[in-house]
């Protein structure tokens, strides 16, 4: 089954397969466009795929509402260098107002198809996460009236996209540019390429403002875990970044990430710790 969409999610070219109600599985291609300065898959190409795998989960725990993300967070094991990218998401916790998700993230090792996969996944596991999900009324959304997620289940599914996939660097298409590379100063323009069905600024979107921001402070390392907390919605823009480091040793450098909505007075929409390694 292919579903048409829009936008920079679109265009990581995500397979799913929603299995149970209670877990996910993704497969997403490993392109230059989404490698970091190290080769290996880009930090916020990651966190775009881990918002996309678990909220399929989330949104069917959450029913009759809808999710909005609160907090995610990825720790990498090791760099994801061959792809595709396969990503396994689980219930952990559903409660009356937060939705817990674990996500593990796998080197698909030249996968073809999501078909050899098998009954379990006997894959290179390179990075694990949880995302925590708030529950908020379905109407918030555009499309909850016209789509149950729990009609996906045993579904495969592809974010169907019109032409050939980018490839300009992942970073550059969401418009993102360095305002102050020593301050870790970052702007990424409001638009329909990087909104969600909320019409706000998407939560894996800001994983790659966060990576960029972290990576222009901290030249020659690149983004290997984040903590993200979102704190509001990012309806304005552009959004802007504030980083400052918070560790420098000689083999990773830690950075504290703010992300604000520069054309709502500078509303701080979501805040980020960086772990980067040497690239």
């Known amino acids: 089954?292919?579903?048409?969409?829009?936008g920079s999610i679109s265009d990581l070219d995500i397979t799913t397969e929603q299995i149970s109600a209670t877990t996910a599985r993704s497969m997403a291609p490993l392109t230059d466009a989404v490698r970091d300065a190290s080769g290996a898959a880009g930090l916020g190409y990651l966190v775009g795929l881990v918002d996309v795998n678990t909220a399929m989960v989330g949104l069917c725990a959450s029913q009759p509402d809808w999710t909005a993300t609160a907090d995610l967070m990825i720790h990498e094991a090791k760099p994801l260098l061959q792809?595709?990218?396969i990503l396994e998401s689980h219930l952990t916790r559903?409660?009356?107002?937060?939705i817990v998700v674990g996500v593990d993230i796998y080197d698909g090792e030249g996968l073809a198809d999501m078909d050899e996969l098998g009954e379990f996944i006997e894959l290179n596991r390179v990075a694990t996460g949880l995302v925590t999900f708030a529950r908020v009324p379905a109407a918030t959304s555009s499309v909850s009236g016209t789509w149950d997620p729990m009609s996906t289940i045993g579904i495969r599914r592809h974010l169907e996209r019109e032409g050939d996939l980018?490839?300009?660097p992942l970073l550059e298409r969401i418009g993102m540019t360095v305002v102050d590379g020593a301050g870790g100063v970052v702007e990424v323009p409001n638009s329909p390429y990087v909104q969600n069905s909320r019409g706000r600024i998407n939560g894996g979107v800001l994983g790659m403002v966060f990576q960029g921001a972290a990576e222009a402070i901290a030249p020659g390392y690149v983004g290997s875990d984040l903590h993200i907390h979102y704190l509001a919605s990012a309806r304005?823009?552009?959004i802007r970044?504030?980083?400052?480091?918070?560790?420098?040793?000689?083999?990773?450098v830690v950075c504290r990430v703010v992300a604000m909505d520069a054309g709502a007075d500078d509303l701080v929409v979501a805040?980020?710790?960086v772990t980067l390694q040497r690239a």
Do not use: F, I, K
């Open 1 to 6: 089954m292919t579903t048409a969409t829009g």
């Open 83 to 85: 792809g595709p990218t």
């Open 94 to 98: 559903a409660g009356s107002r937060l």
């Open 166 to 168: 980018p490839t300009d």
């Open 236 to 238: 304005v823009g552009p």
């Open 241 to 252: 970044t504030d980083t400052h480091v918070v560790r420098e040793v000689d083999d990773h």
């Open 271 to 273: 805040q980020a710790t």
